[in-house]
């Protein structure tokens, strides 16, 4: 039979050592920040590559109908736009520190969530629709010059590429970013209303 | 800023060991411990202009880590401690010396206890004073004495008991 006397000397000789120090405390709590700001600037860089290829494309190759200049045109228009609406949500994550300005960065956390779930579903819809016109204009010339296998080879990769896109890929994409979002905006929120509570 | 950062460094080195402590008693493992180590000096980070100098500081850091580690669990829904501390003891068992084993079966024995009771033993287990663990934890000196003899029992029941399986 045990006292409480030996349970206390038991927690007390139980030496816990803390393995971070405040530096490294304050840098880890940004590091989770930081990986979603480097998998945005990814996806714009993504995209600006994407841009310059069909803008050059669109400049320095040679078509002979009109329908494959405005195919192209409308397909480097829309990753333009697409491409700086991406900007402006990552400028929304980009501008602030949760260390430094809590509040400013937990709404524009919130905004950017927000922001994210239009950018991918209305606003993706639309861009598909368009991104259709494109490739149909696009093809109208080009499939000609192919061999019927490789044009019926051509439209059913494009047709199944856009609908895995529009489907699978997006939905995945989206429920991670939505939890990993949601996790961090649970987090950064119990920090600043515990601590309203607590004092 | 620089004040700040000196200043935090210096709560941080004087605090943390006991702050970890008592999150490891309330959660039972290392990692979780961790995350409440760092959410409660992150709000220190981001509230020490606010502090006034109307407690101690340590009773203060104190306060925000009880806060923090009672909304921690409940609102992260995490596996339950005893569980955990089961799962530490079967994977490990060539690393418990009878001294771990002992400590071990603290562990397992303070996440019997209610939430609650749960901080409070810690706090009483690091010898803080009564009257700082009353203001700490919003209740009256004399509830307080009532309440920690009433754990104390009831830890040592728990413990002897596991002790004897």
Redesign the interface.
């Known amino acids: ?4 006397d030996h ?2 000397s ?5 030496s ?8 490294e ?2 840098a ?2 940004k590091k989770e920040v930081a990986g979603m700001r480097a998998k945005s600037r990814l996806n714009i860089l993504g995209m600006i590559v994407s841009f310059a290829t069909l803008a050059a494309l669109l400049l320095f190759a040679e078509f002979e109908s009109w329908t494959t200049l405005a195919g192209l045109s409308i397909i480097v228009v829309l990753v333009g736009i697409y491409t700086f609406i991406l900007y402006k949500d990552h400028k929304l994550i980009a501008e602030n520190d949760f ?1 430094e300005h ?1 509040k400013a960065f937990l709404d524009q956390l919130k905004a950017y969530q927000l922001n994210k779930f239009t950018i991918y579903n209305k606003l993706y819809w639309l861009y598909m629709a368009a991104l259709s016109v494109g490739v149909i204009f696009y093809f109208y010339e080009k499939l000609n010059l192919l061999s019927p296998f490789m044009q019926i080879t051509l439209i059913l990769f494009t047709i199944i590429w856009m609908t895995l896109c529009a489907t699978v890929f997006r939905k995945a994409y989206l429920k991670g970013e939505k939890e990993r979002i949601s996790l961090l905006i ?2 950064f929120e ?2 600043s209303t ?2 309203k ?3 | 800023m620089e004040n700040k950062e000196k200043l935090f460094k210096e709560i941080f080195d004087t605090n943390s060991k006991k702050i970890f402590h008592l999150c490891y008693g309330y959660t039972g493992d290392e990692d979780s411990a961790n995350d409440l180590l760092q959410e409660t000096f992150l709000k220190v980070w981001q509230n020490l202009d606010k502090f006034r100098n109307k407690s101690l500081i340590s009773t203060w850091i104190y306060r925000i880590a009880v806060n923090t580690c009672l909304t921690y669990l409940r609102s992260e829904k995490r596996q339950a401690k005893d569980e955990l501390t089961d799962n530490i003891m079967e994977n490990r068992p060539e690393e418990l010396s009878e001294k771990n084993e002992q400590v071990a079966l603290l562990y397992k024995s303070i996440a019997k206890l209610e939430e609650n009771d749960r901080l409070i033993i810690t706090m009483v287990l690091d010898e803080l004073p009564y009257h700082e663990i009353a203001e700490i934890s919003g209740i009256s000196e004399g509830n307080l004495r009532v309440r920690i003899h009433r754990i104390k029992l009831k830890l040592t029941e728990l413990y002897n008991q596991h002790a004897r399986i």
Request: cysteine-free; aromatic content about 8%; proline content about 3%.
């Open positions: 039979m045990q006292e409480f349970i206390q038991l927690w007390q000789s139980h816990i050592e803390v393995k971070i120090s405040s530096d405390m304050l880890q709590s260390t809590p649970e987090k119990r920090i515990q601590f509570e607590s004092n």
